[in-house]
T-cell receptor, first 112, second 117 residues
Framework: DAKTTQPPSMDCAEGRAANLPCNHS???????VYWYRQIHSQGPQYIIH???NNETNEMASLIITEDRKSSTLILPHATLRDTAVYYC?????????????FGTGTRLLVSP | DTGVSQNPRHKITKRGQNVTFRCDPI?????LYWYRQTLGQGPEFLTY????????KSRLLSDRFSAERPKGSFSTLEIQRTEQGDSAMYLC???????????????FGEGSWLTVV
């Protein structure tokens, strides 16, 4: 799997948008960008994934640059419960085995 | 709750004892994964099952570790002769070969914390 680079930590004020960047400059054409988050002492929670188009769901939006070398996860109105470690992962999607390779992620702290 | 279920959530054991963790995946998920996570690190892959077949094992899975998925449903992870270095959170995850999201999204359980004293 391609390696990703994320800032180790970020701060965000409650109610503001949190924009979490991820660099994946060696991503291949058939690799998707996945985002998970892990709230303290809990298992990783799937957030969103995408290939090249921007994606939005009830949790977040994913913006992928045209060259696909970087992406941004957007939490439009961050709450205190969004404080967590956010992981950006790239992987192929096929019927064969594909494990998730986690880095150290970005620790997002949302403050009042 | 229809998510991945893990038991027990917490286990404290003495060094040298055996421990077993159980994972019940999401219903009809044919793929099951075990990961391990130590403090300050991201989860690390241990092993993978497709139905009842164990198809991938990480080098992290020493011979003291054994995982089974006897009927392609629930899975167990046993650690024999535990060592203090085994203290970690053990995560189970599951997925289907294809799902409605056009891929193989992997969903995690809440994890089982192991402390070896």
């Amino acid at each position: 799997d391609a390696k990703t680079t994320q800032p180790p930590s970020m701060d965000c004020a409650e109610g503001r948008a949190a924009n979490l960047p991820c660099n994946h400059s060696t991503i291949s054409g058939n690799e998707y960008v996945y985002w998970y988050r892990q709230i303290h002492s809990q298992g990783p929670q799937y957030i969103i994934h995408g290939l090249k188009n921007n994606e939005t769901n009830e949790m977040a939006s994913l913006i992928i640059t045209e060259d696909r070398k970087s992406s941004t996860l957007i939490l439009p109105h961050a709450t205190l419960r969004d404080t967590a470690v956010y992981y950006c992962i790239v992987r192929t999607l096929n019927t064969g085995f594909q494990k998730l390779v986690f880095g150290t992620g970005t620790r997002l702290l949302v403050s009042p | 709750d229809t998510g991945v279920s893990q038991n027990p959530r917490h286990k404290i054991t003495k060094r040298g004892q055996n421990v077993t963790f159980r994972c019940d995946p999401i219903s009809e998920h044919n793929r099951l994964y075990w990961y391990r996570q130590t403090l300050g690190q991201g989860p690390e892959f241990l092993t993978y099952f497709q139905n009842e077949a164990q198809l991938e094992k990480s080098r992290l899975l020493s011979d003291r570790f054994s995982a089974e998925r006897p009927k392609g449903s629930f899975s167990t992870l046993e650690i024999q002769r535990t060592e203090q270095g085994d203290s970690a959170m053990y995560l189970c995850a599951s997925s289907v070969t294809r799902d409605g999201k056009g891929g193989n999204t992997i969903y995690f359980g809440e994890g089982s914390w192991l402390t070896v004293v």
